[in-house]
């Protein structure tokens, strides 16, 4: 099989400061993996770099045999990555079906339309509303997003993301800021939505319950570098990872 | 659907309202005054309307909207001048499209900087279009500005040229409301509130700017075409940055996030210089203060605080449902 992502040493400096050096690995289609380091290792650069926001210094970002870098993010998400991220990113004066429905909208190519009523778009209304079912966020689809908690925040992140039916979906740490029990159910949730949609799904989180609970493959990242790839067994067991990171109790 | 069908009714009956209002001012007053007011307040109201399609609904505040309301007077101004009368429509014709164009290239170059910088570099150009107005004398009439500009035919009535003003207007308004409720309208709430997160829905941040700032350019330069014909003279201070000023200041008063927020701000500032003005040699003092004093006490606008009033009443279940 081919991967669907693959990154072949992919490099990224702010002046002086290198935050990710030649980070290669390949993604499969249909895995569900997570990336873990500490604070500032890099993680969420190296998602950007894969979205198209930061522009790779060296190396290449094969998505579907393409490679993407330099490509801007409209044409990385057309090509079927999705993402939600680290603080929500959101369209707060808007209903939370409408943060759902303009990503459907965008979809099916009708945001130019300028005559009809949104209201009027059966297709991508159906859409949404799917979408906030699947989250659990239908009976708050008429909140303006800024009402909503920070998780069910985070939550509609994600739906925005999903509407644009990705194959890849990237979460930049989809349980920061929750309580214990909305982390469970963050978890149980994003392991559903990975089978609902097909998608073969990266995620960058701290907590340890979710990483090595639902992902298939761990990939460690310090100092911009990759440290350590493997299953959660492999990672756990893995010396380098426990001084760095894990620390010896885990 | 029926709360649909409900609000889809009510908000046209309330459309209906004001246009036979509008329409009566003619009927119901004997003085041509009245309609020469409610004329200033409709082509004000259509440039106050348009004006927040850029920056109530887009983010996108433009000091510089004067340059294309006088650039629509000044195309029939000087088209009516220099080839007749007969030319004052087709001159309307040019002026939208060469608003059109000029906000496609100016476009292209102030959207690119975003933020304050586009702001001041607005307002540069509309300065640069009202210093080229008033020092060329020759050709615009410079601080004499442009008299005598007659409609053509039925339209040299007064209140057949009002009723024309009155259509144009209303047809224009409605088709900028079905924009602000469209897929369009909502992609550029999307571009004020997270131009970010726009990008990663697929989309383009400033060609869905440029789209809003040319088409904003389109229906000013009507409504300044329109306004050629009122009083039949123009002057330079259409291009001066305190046109742009003044719109802004009826948007602020009405209410940016509501659609018709700037059509009350209109009305509401027009009736205000009018009353003041005819009493009082200090009116702009006068006007400053209560201007003042509205949007201090109602800091989302008077449309927008209506609407707040009206959705408190209806969770107290005082009202009828929001
Ligand atoms: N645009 C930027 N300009 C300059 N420095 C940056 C920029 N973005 C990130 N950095 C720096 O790069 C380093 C890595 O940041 P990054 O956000 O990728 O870390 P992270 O692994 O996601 O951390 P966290 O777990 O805290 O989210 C940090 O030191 C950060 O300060
Ligand atoms: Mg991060």
């Known amino acids: 099989m081919t991967p669907i992502l693959q990154l072949d040493s992919v490099d990224k400096a702010f002046g002086g400061l290198k935050v990710t050096s030649h980070v290669s690995f390949s993604v499969m289609p249909g895995e569900i993996s997570a990336i873990i380091g500490p604070n500032g290792a890099g993680k969420t650069t190296l998602f950007n770099q894969i979205t198209g926001h930061l522009l790779s210094d060296a190396g290449a970002i094969y998505f579907k045999g393409e490679n993407i870098v330099g490509r801007p993010p409209q044409q990385i998400v057309a090509r079927g990555v999705g993402r939600a991220f680290q603080i929500a990113s959101i369209f707060p004066d808007e209903t939370v079906l409408d943060n759902v429905r303009v990503a459907c909208l965008s979809k099916l190519g009708q945001t130019r339309k300028f005559w009809r009523s949104v209201l009027d778009y059966r297709q991508a209304t159906d859409d949404a509303h799917g979408i906030l079912a699947s989250l659990g966020l239908d009976a708050q689809a008429h909140r303006k997003a800024f009402e909503l908690a ?16 990705p194959t890849l979906l990237l979460l930049d740490e989809p349980t920061a800021g929750m309580s214990p029990e909305e982390r469970h159910q963050m978890r149980v949730l994003i392991k559903k939505l990975w089978k609902e949609f097909e998608l073969t799904l990266v995620f960058i989180e701290h907590d340890m319950d979710m990483v090595f609970g639902i992902a298939q493959v761990v990939r460690v990242l310090q100092q911009g570098a990759l440290l350590a790839e493997g299953t959660p067994e492999q990672i756990r067991a893995n010396k380098q990872v426990i001084t760095a990171y894990l620390g010896e109790d885990f | 659907m029926t709360s649909n069908t409900t609000r889809n009714l009510r908000a046209a009956s309330l459309w209906g309202v004001i246009v036979l209002a509008f329409a009566l001012v003619p009927v ?9 007011l409610a004329c200033h307040i409709l082509i004000w109201s259509l440039f106050a309307v348009s004006f927040n399609m850029l920056w109530g609904v887009t983010g996108m505040l433009s000091l510089g909207q004067a340059l294309y309301y006088g650039l629509g007077a000044y195309s029939v101004g000087l088209m009516v001048n220099y080839l007749g009368s007969q030319w004052y429509l087709p001159a309307m014709g040019v002026g939208l499209l060469a608003a059109a164009l000029l906000a496609l290239l100016l476009g292209m170059l102030v959207i690119r900087v975003g933020g ?6 607005t307002l540069a150009f509309g300065q640069l279009a009202w210093q080229i107005t ?25 209140t057949a040229y009002y009723y024309f003003v009155l259509t144009v207007v209303i047809l224009s308004i409605w088709v900028l ?3 602000a409720f469209s897929p369009f309208g909502l ?4 571009v004020q509130q997270n131009p970010d997160r726009v990008r990663f829905l697929g989309r383009r941040v400033r060609r869905n700017q440029l789209r809003i700032y040319v088409i904003s350019a389109f229906f000013t330069a009507l409504a300044g075409g329109l306004m050629a014909g009122v009083d039949g003279s123009i002057h330079t201070d259409m291009l001066f940055w305190t046109t742009s000023g003044e719109v802004i200041l009826m948007t602020v008063l009405g209410g940016i996030n509501q659609f018709f927020g700037p059509f009350v701000g209109a009305a509401v500032i027009i009736l205000i210089e009018d009353l003041v003005g ?16 509205i949007v201090l006490v109602f800091p989302k606008g008077l449309v927008g605080e209506a609407a707040r009033v009206r959705s408190l009443m209806a969770r107290a279940g005082l009202g009828r449902r929001a």
């Open chain 2, 177 to 179: 409301k079905r924009m």
């Open chain 2, 28 to 36: 119901l007053s004997t003085s041509s005054y009245h309609t020469n």
């Open chain 2, 278 to 293: 005819a009493r009082t040699e200090y009116w702009s003092l006068i006007i400053g203060i209560i201007i003042m004093v």
């Open chain 2, 116 to 121: 304050v910088y586009f702001t001041m570099l």
């Open chain 2, 187 to 190: 992609v550029l709430r999307c």
């Open chain 1, 150 to 165: 920070h998780g069910d925040q985070k939550l509609l992140d994600i739906g925005i993301a999903l509407a644009l039916k």
């Open chain 2, 134 to 158: 008033f020092k060329w004398y020759d050709f615009t009439g410079g601080d004499d500005g442009i008299q005598g500009i007659i409609p053509p035919g039925i339209l040299e009535n007064g």
